[in-house]
């Protein structure tokens, strides 16, 4: 029994010697940070991302509202013009 246990504490004091897997954990370690600024960017970018839709969604919105408007205004030119028996509006 002494003689395992004295093996067992050699082991120990064996693995606590090594740095084999130290590099893993330092890895690790800055994968973990590459992960968190990658997370922290993509939340600013996203949020300029957002910005940038909704600034195209109006203008696309009032351009689509401004081709509305003239479409109304060339129909009615051309509903007065028939009527009225006007060629070319």
């Known amino acids: 029994m002494k003689q395992m246990l004295l093996s067992l ?3 120990m004091q064996n693995l606590l010697r090594e ?3 130290q590099d893993l954990v330092e890895y690790a370690l800055i994968a973990c940070m ?3 600024g990658c997370a922290a ?3 600013s970018f996203a949020t300029v991302i ?3 839709f909704f600034t195209n969604a109006t203008l ?3 351009v689509a509202l401004h081709a509305l408007i003239r479409g109304k205004q060339a129909f009615v030119r ?6 009225l028996g006007l060629e070319g509006g």
């Not at 051309?78 to 009527?83: D, F, K, N, P, Y």
Request: net charge negative; proline share 0%; glycine share 12%.
């Open 50 to 52: 957002n910005q940038a």
């Open 60 to 62: 696309i919105r009032g």
């Open 78 to 83: 051309e509903m007065l013009a028939s009527v």
């Open 41 to 43: 960017g993509l939340n």
């Open 34 to 36: 590459i992960a968190l």
């Open 19 to 21: 740095d084999d897997g």
């Open 9 to 11: 504490y050699i082991k």
